[in-house]
């Protein structure tokens, strides 16, 4: 479920942008600009995942289970509003990036980083046209289609012994190293943690 703040502030930036451009008559450049921002939010919904934030409990367990250390290249492969991202920086001291693919969200995600006061990094775009070469650590919330279309990428990019945290959803045939079990009284759901190089068995 989205929390309350992130269905407030979603909404509140939704009502503001069509009060602001919408024209009685629209025209071409009005039509763009929805499409601009429709369009992505549209596709993050069906390709990747839509904007659901990790409960605030199972983002600090995500954090803290894998073992992320100070200075650790961290990524939120669809970051939403960046809560995975700023409290790696904040609580472990890594070098967190966040890629967000749609633009209301990605709004989001920067006002909050201002209440964060967070140093980690939020970048617009499809995390797939970015290098994960350099990860140590990647932080996911995705719909289980949409992790198996990443193994490609996950394969070809991350070095060996990096590590995916994904929560609520496992990663197709891969071998986890390490299974957090869900908590309902909590509201937290699995979280799996596998390692590049251990994906598969001997
Ligand atoms: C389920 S939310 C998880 C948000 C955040 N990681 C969390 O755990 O609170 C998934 C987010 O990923 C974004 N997204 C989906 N596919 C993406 C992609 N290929 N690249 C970047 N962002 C993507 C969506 O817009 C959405 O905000």
């Known amino acids: 479920m989205i929390d309350l703040l992130s ?21 071409l450049f009005m039509i763009i600009i929805f499409s601009l921002i429709l369009i992505p939010t549209l596709i993050a919904l069906i390709q990747g995942a839509p904007f659901v934030p990790t409960p605030m409990k199972a983002a600090k367990k995500m954090i803290n289970v ?10 939120d492969i669809g970051c939403g509003d960046g809560r995975l991202v ?10 967190a990036v966040g890629f967000e693919l749609s633009p209301l969200v990605y709004l989001f995600a920067k006002i909050r980083q201002l209440l964060w006061r967070s140093k980690a990094k939020i970048r617009f775009g499809d995390f797939r046209m970015f290098d994960l070469s350099k ?6 919330y995705m719909l289980p289609e949409s992790l198996k279309k990443f193994i ?9 012994g990096a590590k995916i945290v994904s929560y609520a959803f496992s990663i197709a045939d891969w071998e986890p190293v390490f299974i957090e079990p869900s ?8 979280i799996w943690v596998y390692e590049i190089g251990k994906q598969y068995k001997k």
């Open 7 to 27: 269905f407030s502030v979603i909404s509140a930036l939704t009502i503001l942008v069509i009060m602001f451009t919408m024209p009685k008559t629209p025209d």
């Open 183 to 190: 908590n309902p009284i909590d509201n937290v759901a699995k």
């Open 152 to 160: 490609p990428k996950f394969e070809k990019e991350l070095k060996k």
């Open 66 to 75: 894998a073992g992320i250390k100070k200075d650790d290249k961290v990524v």
């Open 135 to 140: 990860t140590d650590y990647i932080v996911c």
């Open 86 to 95: 700023y409290l790696a920086a904040k609580e472990q001291g890594a070098k």
